[in-house]
């Protein structure tokens, strides 16, 4: 009787296999839990922005129409990790991602909107995130551009 001291080469090949395909399958998982946390990170930048811009309504009672009305730095000069530059149009900020953003990210575009109660400009403005639908009794301002696929916004964004 022969005693077996170990895996034969066809055994091994198998298990190979089954890793291979397991770490194929973990792959897109960590990619979209990547993207969405560069996204997170990225948009914590407009926070000092926002400000500015809230400033500016409550004053004027109207949104700025870019980023020097807004009294924000140019686009160009508005960048991060992640991002390639910060434009605000209208009432939006349009984050356009680039520099060491996953290369889904590259060149796309996250669109954060003010949201107003109708008829009351009194009122304190909330922000709403991409694709997110704006809640009853409020409306968006600006226009969304946002063109990244939704499994790859965070969750307040779609």
């Given at each position: 009787?022969?005693?077996?001291?170990?895996?034969?080469?066809?055994?091994?090949?198998?298990?190979?296999?089954?890793?291979?395909?397991?770490?194929?399958?973990?792959?897109?998982?960590?990619?979209?839990?990547?993207?969405r946390a560069q996204i997170i990170e990225s948009v914590e930048l407009l926070k000092n922005l926002?400000?500015?811009?809230?400033?500016?309504?409550?004053?004027?009672?109207?949104?700025?129409?870019?980023?020097?009305?807004?009294?924000?730095?140019?686009?160009?000069?508005?960048?991060?990790?992640?991002?390639?530059?910060?434009?605000?149009?209208?009432?939006?900020?349009?984050?356009?991602?680039?520099?060491?953003?996953?290369?889904?990210?590259?060149?796309?575009?996250?669109?954060?909107?003010?949201?107003?109660?109708?008829?009351?400009?009194?009122?304190?403005?909330?922000?709403?995130?991409?694709?997110?639908?704006?809640?009853?009794?409020?409306?968006?301002?600006?226009?969304?551009?946002?063109?990244?696929?939704?499994?790859?916004?965070?969750?307040?964004?779609?």
């Amino acid at each position: 009787m022969r005693k077996s001291a170990g895996f034969t080469l066809l055994e091994m090949m198998v298990i190979l296999a089954i890793i291979a395909i397991l770490a194929t399958i973990a792959m897109p998982s960590f990619k979209s839990k990547n993207t969405r946390a560069q996204i997170i990170e990225s948009v914590e930048l407009l926070k000092n922005l926002k400000d500015s811009v809230g400033l500016f309504y409550q004053v004027q009672k109207k949104f700025p129409r870019n980023n020097l009305d807004a009294g924000i730095p140019k686009p160009e000069f508005l960048i991060g990790n992640y991002v390639e530059r910060i434009d605000y149009e209208m009432g939006s900020f349009n984050i356009t991602f680039g520099n060491k953003a996953n290369g889904v990210l590259k060149k796309k575009v996250l669109t954060i909107r003010p949201i107003v109660v109708k008829g009351s400009p009194e009122s304190p403005i909330s922000w709403v995130c991409g694709n997110s639908p704006v809640p009853e009794g409020m409306i968006a301002v600006g226009v969304n551009n946002t063109n990244i696929d939704n499994q790859y916004l965070p969750i307040n964004c779609y």
